[in-house]
């Protein structure tokens, strides 16, 4: 393993109360990466990244962020220091417009101008959020939800971004946009973890590539070799890419 890795996880094990979820979990996000994890449903995927961001605890083991060990930090501490989660269910807060639900991700930024900046650009990105800036959150459509959610995430300028599949629920074309915006995003300097059920999209675009199986990581390696890896294309992939092309 090379010794800067931007996020290191060495034998973390984690779970709810009775048996553990994962088990002896060890691998490494490089930095201004997109690292993509890939496997079955209930594998652990979404149980890993409560991990990282605190809102799960780990058993044993140790996650090392820009070396230090997130392991035992608040959710609201380890958002401090540039590392944000956009969960795999809806985040918004219902009743309060699109607007201020973007604008509370900016909640650790007290500069109004600065707030105002990113704003404008965090428009551009997502015309949505100047459409429906006066709606309500819970009144738009889930696809429509995800990329606010997105949007607002980016108000903190994140070093790491964290996404539980971000695409769920989206239509092709703006599924197309999304993976787009995570890429823009990484050229950008922001690193990313992902964990995708359009796996093979995903890896497509993907430095690195992780499979977790049972709790346990199977395979790691480019996001070229997971995808062209035949069992795993055969096991999670629908297929191989051989087999497809
Ligand atoms: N809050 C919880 N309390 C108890 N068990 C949980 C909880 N959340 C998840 N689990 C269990 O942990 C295991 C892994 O779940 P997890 O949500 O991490 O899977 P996943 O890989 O993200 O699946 P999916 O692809 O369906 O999102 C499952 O067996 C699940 O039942
Ligand atoms: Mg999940």
């Given at each position: 393993m090379a010794n800067d890795a931007f996020v290191r996880f060495t034998g973390v094990f984690a779970g709810?109360?009775?048996?553990?979820?994962?088990?002896?979990v060890t691998f490494d996000v490089e930095r201004g990466g997109v690292t993509t994890i890939v496997g079955p449903n209930g594998s652990g995927k979404s149980t890993l990244l409560k991990t990282v961001s605190g809102i799960l605890k780990p058993r044993a083991g140790e996650i090392l962020y820009k070396g230090k060990n997130?392991?035992?930090?608040s959710p609201r501490e380890i958002l401090k220091l540039g590392v944000v989660q956009v969960p795999q269910n809806h985040s918004l807060?219902?009743?309060?417009t699109v607007e201020q639900n973007v604008e509370?991700?900016?909640?650790?930024?007290?500069?109004k101008k600065v707030i105002a900046q990113r704003m404008e650009s965090i428009r551009e990105m997502f015309p949505i959020v100047h459409e429906r800036?006066?709606?309500?959150?819970?009144?738009?459509?889930g696809g429509q939800q995800r990329l606010v959610e997105f949007a607002r995430c980016l108000m903190l300028e994140p070093d790491l971004v964290v996404l539980d599949?971000?695409?769920?629920?989206?239509d092709p074309k703006t599924l197309r946009s999304m993976f787009a915006t995570i890429k823009m995003m990484n050229e950008a300097g922001r690193t990313v973890l992902l964990v995708e059920q359009n796996a093979r999209q995903a890896l497509k675009m993907s430095s690195h590539g992780v499979v977790l199986e049972n709790g346990n990581v199977r395979l790691t390696g480019t996001g070229h070799d997971v995808l062209h890896h035949p069992e795993i294309g055969a096991l999670y992939l629908g297929g191989s890419v051989e087999a497809k092309a």
């Amino acid at each position: 393993m090379a010794n800067d890795a931007f996020v290191r996880f060495t034998g973390v094990f984690a779970g709810y109360g009775g048996a553990d979820v994962l088990k002896n979990v060890t691998f490494d996000v490089e930095r201004g990466g997109v690292t993509t994890i890939v496997g079955p449903n209930g594998s652990g995927k979404s149980t890993l990244l409560k991990t990282v961001s605190g809102i799960l605890k780990p058993r044993a083991g140790e996650i090392l962020y820009k070396g230090k060990n997130l392991v035992g930090m608040s959710p609201r501490e380890i958002l401090k220091l540039g590392v944000v989660q956009v969960p795999q269910n809806h985040s918004l807060f219902r009743e309060m417009t699109v607007e201020q639900n973007v604008e509370l991700g900016a909640f650790l930024e007290k500069d109004k101008k600065v707030i105002a900046q990113r704003m404008e650009s965090i428009r551009e990105m997502f015309p949505i959020v100047h459409e429906r800036a006066k709606d309500k959150a819970g009144a738009l459509s889930g696809g429509q939800q995800r990329l606010v959610e997105f949007a607002r995430c980016l108000m903190l300028e994140p070093d790491l971004v964290v996404l539980d599949e971000p695409s769920m629920g989206l239509d092709p074309k703006t599924l197309r946009s999304m993976f787009a915006t995570i890429k823009m995003m990484n050229e950008a300097g922001r690193t990313v973890l992902l964990v995708e059920q359009n796996a093979r999209q995903a890896l497509k675009m993907s430095s690195h590539g992780v499979v977790l199986e049972n709790g346990n990581v199977r395979l790691t390696g480019t996001g070229h070799d997971v995808l062209h890896h035949p069992e795993i294309g055969a096991l999670y992939l629908g297929g191989s890419v051989e087999a497809k092309a």
